[in-house]
């Protein structure tokens, strides 16, 4: 067991996980104590302990458990859809597209793994679903034609935004998961941009020059209704009872693409379950 690999993959995804255990120094040094004291095979339960005192806490509404579980499955599901296109023979055109997928594939390889490592500390993580990425037949062109795949990863990715926000009232009473949960919303934001950004480029599937790296309005830039499910409200220009479009003239447009309207559990499950098959 590489323990110091699993403590730098942690900091990468939550960076504040130490101020919880001391410092990463202190916290290593107390890991180190501990292990030259324990048989190896203990190893891993006493690693589970340090975790278990970082992130067990619950807050009001889901536990911090559950909304762990909630994100694996969202983090599963991306995950399986990046390492399958990346294996589907002829399907991403260029070596900068591959390059831009790998990347964020392995980003959600990390936060699984992290999600894992967490979740295993407090009683263990559900197995990875078996997905559909054809959503029944919805799309059954998303692993033969690179514009339906970007469209379904730009769906993804999106999706992830707001259901991360929406469960931030869920993890406020713990700063430590909160933060970490925060630092994965903010990489499948720079996704959604990246991919975005790939989309308008090749300008297929109706993703015009107008197409911004940002949700507009609940307009997905994608030629299908079928996605509506996961722009929907995202029209909102009203913030903390203030109408921002009419401040200074500023805009329904620019307005509701200052803010990333958050997804509950309830509005993304069944959006999730439209590609899973068990």
Same mark, same amino acid.
């Given at each position: 067991?590489?323990?110091?690999?699993?403590?730098?993959?942690?900091?990468?995804?939550?960076?504040?996980?130490?101020?919880?255990?001391?410092?990463?120094?202190?916290?290593?040094?107390?890991?180190?104590?501990?292990?030259?004291?324990?048989?190896?095979?203990?190893? =891993?339960?006493?690693?589970?302990?340090?975790?278990?005192?970082?992130?067990?806490?619950?807050?009001?509404?889901?536990?911090?458990?559950?909304?762990?579980?909630?994100?694996?499955?969202?983090?599963?599901?991306?995950?399986?859809?990046?390492?399958?296109?990346?294996?589907?023979?002829?399907?991403?055109?260029?070596?900068?597209?591959?390059?831009?997928?790998?990347?964020?594939?392995?980003?959600?390889?990390?936060?699984?793994?992290?999600?894992?490592?967490?979740?295993?500390?407090?009683?263990?993580?559900?197995?990875?679903?078996?997905?559909?990425?054809?959503?029944?037949?919805?799309?059954?062109?998303?692993?033969?034609?690179?514009?339906?795949?970007?469209?379904?990863?730009?769906?993804?990715?999106?999706?992830?935004?707001?259901?991360?926000?929406?469960?931030? =009232?869920?993890?406020?009473?713990?700063?430590?998961?909160?933060?970490?949960?925060?630092?994965?919303?903010?990489?499948?934001?720079?996704?959604?941009?990246?991919?975005?950004?790939?989309?308008?480029?090749?300008?297929?599937?109706?993703?015009?020059?107008?197409?911004? =790296?940002?949700?507009?309005?609940?307009?997905?830039?994608?030629?299908?209704?079928?996605?509506?499910?996961?722009?929907?409200?995202?029209?909102?220009?009203?913030?903390?009872?203030?109408?921002?479009?009419?401040?200074?003239?500023?805009?329904?447009?620019?307005?509701?693409?200052?803010?990333?309207?958050?997804?509950?559990?309830?509005?993304?499950?069944?959006?999730?379950?439209?590609?899973?098959?068990?």
């Amino acid at each position: 067991m590489d323990v110091k690999n699993i403590f730098q993959e942690i900091e990468k995804v939550d960076p504040e996980v130490y101020q919880r255990l001391d410092s990463r120094r202190d916290a290593m040094k107390e890991f180190t104590r501990i292990s030259g004291k324990i048989a190896l095979a203990a190893i =891993p339960f006493a690693l589970g302990g340090m975790f278990k005192k970082a992130y067990s806490q619950t807050s009001a509404g889901a536990s911090v458990a559950d909304v762990l579980k909630y994100a694996l499955t969202l983090e599963y599901l991306e995950a399986a859809f990046y390492i399958k296109g990346l294996e589907t023979s002829g399907l991403i055109p260029t070596a900068a597209a591959v390059a831009a997928i790998s990347t964020i594939r392995d980003h959600e390889k990390a936060h699984v793994a992290f999600l894992q490592t967490v979740l295993g500390s407090l009683g263990g993580y559900p197995a990875s679903p078996t997905f559909d990425f054809t959503a029944g037949g919805t799309f059954p062109a998303v692993f033969t034609d690179y514009n339906y795949f970007l469209a379904v990863a730009q769906t993804f990715e999106d999706t992830g935004v707001r259901a991360y926000k929406g469960q931030a =009232p869920n993890l406020s009473g713990n700063a430590t998961v909160l933060t970490a949960a925060l630092s994965i919303h903010s990489v499948e934001a720079r996704h959604a941009a990246h991919i975005r950004s790939m989309r308008r480029a090749i300008g297929q599937l109706g993703a015009t020059s107008a197409l911004k =790296p940002w949700i507009t309005l609940n307009q997905s830039g994608i030629a299908t209704s079928a996605v509506d499910a996961s722009y929907a409200g995202e029209q909102l220009t009203i913030q903390a009872n203030i109408d921002i479009a009419a401040l200074n003239n500023i805009g329904n447009n620019s307005a509701s693409e200052a803010f990333d309207e958050p997804l509950s559990m309830a509005e993304v499950l069944p959006i999730a379950k439209l590609f899973i098959k068990a």
